[in-house]
């Protein structure tokens, strides 16, 4: 059924009671053309464009728990295309556009809401990296605009203007950034994909892959073996424990990352802000509530909860650019498993094993990037040839030594 005012009003009508399920619960079946391990975001999006731009429907998502159980569910639903780096730059603001016509696309209401974002400077040599990115930004397409501090008190009365020691001298702005509800996201991708047949699998996790002479042929899951002439991966905060079960050590590492949301409080904070003199970033939804985080734990996990320091840390970054987030009460916090590549950028690649695809690496900034991310992943696995807009996310480039090293922190995962 397609969602429509027209079937909104029907189902009024008649009680609500003959929603159908938004997608199937099918049993895996023994081969595919395709599957791709992970239904998060990525996986989820890439399954979607292989049936909708590429035509093959026989495909499965394979999940180990349920969908939008992973980071795609628990982020702060933050988008923009606000980058420096070439590799980097085009990449974000095709996954940007995609994002505008995204709810069209895929008939569901993601509540994509470009209220904009606004990265804060502190300094004349922040304001000249300021300006730079967006010459860079624009130079890509995307827009930009640099707020000077009148600007900034106008739009944002309550920040902490004259801190002593990190004053608020303006902002960078991206007008078309904004933020977009994650949840539905999975959940449109999903239902989108099984209208166009893609079977999705819930409560299947890989366990190891099955090789043939060198060439990868399927899966073994906790629900049996599932051949395939391709596989791709997408599991994100997972990709090591994955990856591993094939041989592949990648330069990857896997990190705690918090998120926070306060009570519900009258509208307050126009678009997203984010701290330039430390690690803290914040928007409210529209429910009321302020969903901020910042850095990293800081150390290697797998546990999808965090600790206590860096609750203080995030909590001091909040202070210092609005004190009165100080008066708010914190209603909940949680943690996701970060995907951090050594450079702070993603991959999109095949790797050396036939029929073995790879996408991850997207640290603390994955979930702007599913559309795109989930177009150049299909067009890779259909074509096996890279997306033009991806040809620099490729696993080789610590090799050839291209990194692609937004901040300029060098091989530090938890400096990206
Ligand atoms: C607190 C927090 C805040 C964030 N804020 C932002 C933000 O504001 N903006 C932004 O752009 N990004 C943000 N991110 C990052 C973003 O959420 C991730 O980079 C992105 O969601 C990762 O891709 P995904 O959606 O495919 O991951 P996931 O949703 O984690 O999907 C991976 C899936 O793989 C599954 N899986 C793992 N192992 C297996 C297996 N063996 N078999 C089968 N399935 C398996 C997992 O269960 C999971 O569902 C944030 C992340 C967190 C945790």
Not at 181 to 210: P, S
């Amino acid at each position: 059924m397609r969602y429509s005012i027209w079937s909104i009003l029907r189902q009024g009508l008649k009680g609500n009671q003959d929603w159908p399920q938004a997608w199937r619960d099918p049993e895996p079946k023994p081969s595919y053309d395709a599957i791709i391990i992970g239904g998060g975001g990525h996986g989820l999006a890439t399954a979607y464009y292989l049936a909708s731009e590429h035509g093959m429907t026989n495909i499965a998502v394979l999940e180990k728990g349920w969908i939008g159980g992973g980071n795609v569910g628990r982020n702060t639903t933050i988008i923009r295309s606000n980058y420096l780096l070439p590799g980097n730059e085009a990449f974000y603001e095709l996954s940007l556009k995609l994002w505008e016509g995204l709810e069209q696309s895929v008939n569901y209401n993601a509540m994509v809401s470009q209220r904009g974002i606004i990265n804060l400077f502190h300094s004349d040599a922040q304001r000249d990296a300021a300006v730079r990115r967006g010459n860079s930004m624009i130079l890509h397409g995307a827009d930009a605009d640099i707020l000077n501090e009148d600007d900034l008190r106008r739009i944002c009365p309550f920040l902490n203007f004259d801190n002593a020691r990190f004053p608020i001298k303006g902002g960078l702005m991206q007008k078309r950034g904004g933020s977009v509800r994650h949840d539905a996201v999975a959940w449109g991708y999903a239902r989108a994909a099984d209208r166009l047949g893609v079977d999705i699998i819930q409560n299947c996790e890989v366990t190891g892959f099955v090789m043939n002479g060198g060439t990868c042929v399927g899966v073994d899951t906790n629900r049996g073996r599932i051949l395939s002439k391709k596989t791709g991966v997408a599991v994100a905060g997972s990709t090591g424990k994955v990856m591993a079960s094939a041989g592949m050590r990648l330069p990857i590492e896997s990190h705690v990352l918090q998120a926070f949301v306060s009570e519900g409080l009258k509208p307050l904070i126009p678009g997203v802000i984010t701290y330039g003199a430390g690690h803290f970033y914040i928007s409210q939804s529209d429910k009321g509530g302020l969903v901020f985080g910042g850095d990293i734990d800081g150390y290697n996990s797998y546990a999808q909860r965090g600790n206590l320091p860096v609750v203080e840390d995030v909590a001091e970054g909040g202070m210092a650019i609005m004190p009165m987030i100080g008066r708010a009460r914190l209603l909940r916090s949680w943690g996701g498993i970060m995907d951090m590549s050594m450079d702070g950028s993603p991959f999109i690649d095949k790797t050396h094993i036939d029929g073995l695809y790879f996408n991850g690496g997207w640290c603390y900034g994955g979930f702007k990037a599913t559309p795109a991310s989930g177009l150049c992943y299909a067009h890779l696995l259909a074509t096996d040839a890279p997306h033009p807009v991806a040809t620099e996310l490729r696993l080789d480039r610590f090799k050839r030594g291209h990194l692609i090293d937004e901040k300029g922190q060098g091989s530090q995962p938890n400096l990206h």
